[in-house]
């Protein structure tokens, strides 16, 4: 019996011995966590009531999912989880879970680790709100359609103690912006007190200068806007799309009456051009020019903001991944997009998930039904990006369990030793 006691206790160390080496030799594996053998002694049925135990057998193989140390990184797509949760990973239809999150864009615009499984998240709208349920996540490689300005806005103080230019005339008597007849020609400076120029776009992406020149009219308080297109005049429409003089209106104080604000001043069907004069191919287009927060001030001429909604077309330049899992890229347009939120999985019982290999996991009848979520919801950690988790072994314990495992596996060959010679002296009597 000694004997059958002793190989199981022989077993058992080398057991622990093979559980304390993987956890040795994944020591700076990214995600892994460590294991622990855990075991049960053995005893027989005796009929008188007492028995003597029979040795020692493993039991089960325990995984340790406390937090790794987060590394930093160079790479937006390396993730890291602080806190509970695992990242939901695809493998063809199969779904398998990791804190790994070493991750990188396929051919296909897929994120995957370095197996080639791809990334679960959920898709969102431009205002991040989840539209559908998780699947894998994807990055479009194509480009950024571009956007005709609809809206331009300026922030400007004109000069209260200005005086009407030399050159100016009230539209209508035979003045106005072009006082010299020819539209592509700019005015000079004697035609008017201020101007600004910014760049809108067409249809199609194309920019063009829009220069606004102000003149303060005869009337107190009041200055006229004129508006000119890559050097050509535009002028400006009332709602019923008939054309106007774009006045702005101050008070005493120097402000905008409340009652007149929004105050813009309205194009209506701009035929964009190109560098020849002639149409571009871009549709016509309407925008406004809202100027409700101008101001009259005894200072001189500045703008303090310009904000116009427009853009070109752009390509991928970027991405970025905040700690609740949003998923923004960024374009060379200036523009960035909302392309998803990055899953993580939490589950009710992480001690029943199956290791599979890959530092990857499945789940079982034991761990139950993953939930999924988006970062730092139902209990699940939040997300860094540009940030690894490393393992969780600890090197110096390790070592420890294993001069302990080997004393064992030692002590145990030595009842061997022990019973094999007590045998012998049983043989040996006459």
Request: proline fraction near 4%; glycine fraction near 12%; charge should be negative.
């Amino acid at each position: 019996m000694a004997f059958d006691t002793s190989v199981s206790g022989i077993l058992a160390a080398s057991s622990n011995l093979g559980i304390i080496g993987n956890n040795i030799a994944n020591g700076s594996t990214v995600g892994f966590k460590s294991s622990t053998g855990e075991f049960k002694d053995i005893y027989s049925q005796s009929l008188s009531g007492s028995s003597i135990g029979q040795g020692v057998a493993l039991t089960s193989i325990k995984q340790d999912f406390s937090q790794g140390n987060v590394t930093f990184t160079n790479n937006s797509l390396d993730l890291a989880i602080n806190g509970e949760g695992f990242f939901a990973l695809d493998d063809g239809g199969v779904q398998n879970y990791s804190r790994a999150g070493a991750f990188r864009l396929d051919q296909d615009g897929f994120i995957v680790n370095a197996a080639g499984l791809k990334l679960q998240g959920f898709p969102t709208d431009i205002d991040g709100t989840v539209t559908g349920e998780a699947g894998p996540l994807t990055l479009g490689n194509g480009l950024v359609p571009p956007n005709g300005t609809t809206v331009a806005t300026l922030e400007a103080n004109v000069d209260a103690r200005a005086l009407p230019p030399q050159a100016w005339n009230p539209d209508g008597a035979g003045g106005g912006l072009n006082a010299f007849g020819d539209p592509q020609v700019l005015p000079n400076t004697a035609q008017y007190n201020s101007a600004t120029t910014l760049t809108i776009y067409d249809g199609l992406g194309n920019p063009h200068s829009l220069s606004l020149y102000l003149i303060k009219t005869d009337a107190n308080n009041t200055w006229e806007a004129k508006v000119a297109i890559d050097g050509v005049e535009i002028d400006p429409v009332d709602a019923a799309g008939a054309n106007v003089v774009a006045n702005i209106p101050f008070q005493a104080d120097g402000t905008i009456a409340e009652v007149n604000k929004p105050l813009t001043i309205n194009i209506a069907g701009w035929q964009p051009l190109n560098a020849t004069g002639l149409e571009n191919g871009a549709a016509l287009q309407n925008f406004s020019i809202d100027v409700s927060s101008f101001s009259q001030y005894g200072a001189p001429f500045a703008v303090g903001a310009i904000q116009q909604d427009g853009y070109s077309t752009g390509q991928l330049r970027g991405l970025d991944i905040d700690d609740s899992g949003v998923l923004f890229t960024r374009y060379s347009n200036g523009q960035s997009r909302q392309q998803g939120l990055v899953a993580v999985a939490n589950f009710s019982n992480p001690n029943g998930l199956v290791p599979i290999g890959d530092t990857a996991f499945a789940e079982s009848f034991s761990s139950g039904t993953p939930i999924l979520t988006a970062p730092g919801l139902s209990g699940t950690g939040t997300l860094q990006s540009g940030a690894l988790e490393s393992s969780n072994v600890e090197i110096t314990a390790q070592l420890v369990a294993m001069m302990v495992a080997q004393r064992n596996f030692q002590s145990n060959a030595q009842m061997i030793q022990t019973q094999d010679a007590v045998t012998q002296t049983i043989i040996n009597l006459r």
